[in-house]
């Protein structure tokens, strides 16, 4: 039997396998989730410091194992969420867990090897070869060196993790591939591609006529690519809902002077799913402690300090994204969340919602619109638009689009694992 090609999208929030089959077409890899069987894989590692005989031991889990094991634990270690979102990041090169120095690389690598070795199993394969993804704009890419210092990171990662020989695609051309495999004609297509971390864009053609023909350069018109996305619009949530509660914009009076209880750095962390779990440190704790005597209002302070120490980034991680996908599919929804010592509720409307995220979708905006701009092609020249990734579903997203080219040209489906999928499709290509 021949052996498959394989497509690994490692995705910021969520990440999926697939290979090709004999006898054509795509299969993707289930990965076992308590009862049930899932294809995308939940991007986050849980790690905890356990006893090995008189030794102690960091121990690692990933995946819904790892939310499994963080759930049931009773006292909580670290769980790390949107690893990828500090490939770009040199001032991270590593970090303190449990006291003991650990690499990103060391960490993505976890992910990364447990998703090969599950996957492997499955096709009935040593897993040792693939396509990768990654984005067009890694987030807080700047300039194309921070690009390929990022590339550079995740291709050591999936080294680390016992790849042999990794080959990189674009996330949103690899969904084009994907798009590519339903067609029975011929068009010019734009992508978006919208996920966790970043939203990324082609505009190229496609069809079974250009395959038959083969690929040329000019059928490649161009890419664009932010480094933002849902984790972006979960940070606002946070920030309109979670933060004043626990003392953003509170403050505390110190030698006569008033001044904000905790710093705004803290909050912009707390928004952040990459950063959360870093901001148990002693320094962190020890300094929301000293405030605490002379905060105006120390409870919210206490409430910060209990959802730090005890990371509960994970549960706010899915109280954020119960409101978020019930907004996708209401016009009202609303957040709660409970733990410890305090709860939230508060009902949001899309409106309110998307006045948030106004910032995030003018510049999502000015990337489609500069894409097509640079390439020369009219909204009316493309034949149609494939939306993809969990991000797409927010209706604020969709309708830049509809705007521009009308709901009867806007295509969308599979969208957590369209990119595996392509991936495995381009691997083919070779
Ligand atoms: N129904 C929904 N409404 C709004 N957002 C959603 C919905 N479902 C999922 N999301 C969001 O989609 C994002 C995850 O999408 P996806 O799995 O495509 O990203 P990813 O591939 O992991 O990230 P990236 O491609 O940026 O590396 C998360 O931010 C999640 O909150
Ligand atoms: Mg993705």
Redesign the pocket.
Known sequence: MPKPFVGI?F????SSVARTLPEGGVELARFAAGESLTE?YR?LLYLELVEDGRAKRVKSWTGPAGIEQYLAAETKGRLIQSL?SFLSARSLQSTEVFGRRMRLEDLISRILRDLRESAGKQFGIDLRAAVVGR?VRFVGAETEEDNAFAEQRLRDSLLHAGFETVKFEL?PVAAAHYYESTLDHDELILIG?F????SDFSLLHVGPGILRRGRMPTDFLGNSGLGL???AF?AKLVRHLVSPELGRGSEAESLGKVLPAVPNWVYAKLERWHHLSFLRTSAVMTMLRSTLATAYEPAKIEALMHLVNEDLGYHLHRAV?RV??DL?AHPQATFRFSDGGFEIEAVVTRAEFDEWIAEELARIEGCVDGLLAQAGVDPGDVDMVFLT???S??PAVRRIFETRFGARRIRTGD??TS?AQGLACKAAEG
Do not use: I, L
Request: net charge negative; with cysteine.
């Open positions: 999208d995705g910021t929030t969520n995308s991007s990828k984005p996330e591609d996920g966790g971390g970043t996305a849902g984790d979960d994204q978020k996908c996708s990734g969990g991000s579903f927010v969208e957590f990119v």
